[in-house]
Structures are given as structure tokens and as C-alpha cells.
């Protein structure tokens, strides 16, 4: 059984910068991400990271502005938020997984329904 703990959620200017950790315990996952939902809208993917290569996946509304990182030695997730917007507002959750051979071919890293280990969320609120 894997727990996530996310933390670091808060209230930023636009322009702002923070940044998300997750806290994992418990073995057996490979890849690692973070999801947002705002209200009213369907959870997305914002960013993933294989923990093995550190191969990553972005969103094409962050990239360039967040930045996906895991520290094996304490495995922990991070998600470095810089040049926030309003429309980052979110409840960011942490999902964790592990993907067989066969199965990293295929798997959509940014997907909701390919996790199976979830965070209780993180609030990210962007306003001036």
C-alpha cells in the first residue's frame, strides 16, 4: 500500500512562484504526477515523472513555467510552480503507480484513470 501526502499549498500573487511536495511511503511505484482540478472542471494532468530515468511529461499549459522533480533518497515529489496564473487555481493531487514494460508503451502518464494511488490534494489559490 503506497500513502501520498502532499504539501506547500497556498495563496500567490499572479506571477508568483511555489512549490508543491508529496510524500510518499510505502513501495512499489515507478511513476509519479501531479493532477489539478478547479471547480466545476474534470481533474487533468499537469505534470509526470518516471522515478527510475526521471523522464518527464508536461501539460502544454505549464510547460515552460513548472518543473517536475523526485527525490529518490526520500522520495518525495516536487513540483516547482514559477510565472503562476489565475487560472492555476487548483486543488494540486499527487498519483503514484507502477507501470510494467508492456505497460509504459502504452500508458497515458497524464491520465487520471492510469493511477491508482492518490493524495488527499493540496489548494493553490492565484490572485491578486
Known amino acids: 500500500q503506497v500513502q501520498l501526502v502532499e504539501s506547500g499549498g497556498a495563496s500567490v500573487q499572479p506571477g508568483g512562484s511555489l512549490r508543491l511536495s508529496c510524500a510518499a511511503s510505502?513501495?512499489?511505484?515507478?511513476?509519479m504526477a501531479w493532477f489539478r482540478q478547479a471547480p466545476g472542471k474534470e481533474r487533468e494532468g499537469v505534470a509526470a515523472i518516471y522515478t527510475g530515468s526521471g523522464v518527464t511529461f508536461y501539460a502544454n499549459a505549464v510547460k515552460g513555467r513548472f518543473t517536475i522533480s523526485h527525490d529518490n533518497a526520500n522520495k518525495t515529489l516536487h513540483l516547482q510552480m514559477n510565472d503562476l496564473k489565475p487560472e492555476d487555481t487548483a486543488t494540486y493531487y499527487c498519483?503514484?503507480?507502477?507501470?510494467?514494460?508492456?505497460?509504459?508503451?502504452?500508458?497515458?502518464?497524464?491520465?487520471?484513470?492510469?493511477?491508482?494511488?492518490w493524495g488527499q490534494g493540496a489548494q493553490v489559490t492565484v490572485s491578486s
Open positions: 510505502g513501495d512499489g511505484v515507478n511513476c
Open positions: 498519483a503514484a503507480d507502477r507501470f510494467d514494460r508492456q505497460a509504459i508503451l502504452t500508458v497515458s502518464t497524464l491520465s487520471p484513470s492510469s493511477y491508482k494511488y
